[in-house]
């Protein structure tokens, strides 16, 4: 199975879903978007972007990203206890 971790600077960080045998047929995940901006004030504003990922455990996941927000470019880390389904 691959999955592509993507952003959309409308609604966040979103991620897909493929096999071996079917590698042109990606399709989204349900719990797409896993994260999204917050909105002004936050400093994570209206554009989420660049998500990388790491695996700490088979199930404990990180994403480094970055947002928008109060003008400036941001850098994150979320995580996520379940493979990478949910993020916090």
């Not at 998500?51 to 455990?57: D, F, S």
Request: glycine share 10%; with cysteine; aromatic share 14%.
């Amino acid at each position: 199975r691959y999955r592509m971790y993507y952003c959309d600077q409308k609604n966040g960080i979103g991620f897909a879903e493929t096999t071996v045998d079917r590698p042109t047929e990606w399709k989204e995940h349900p719990s797409s978007p896993v994260l999204r901006p917050k909105g002004e004030p936050s400093w994570e504003g209206t554009r989420l972007n660049q998500p990388r990922l790491c695996k700490v455990t088979d199930t404990h996941w990180r994403m480094y990203y970055t947002g928008w927000g109060q003008g400036l470019w941001r850098m994150s880390v979320a995580e996520s206890f379940d493979e990478g389904i949910t993020w916090k």
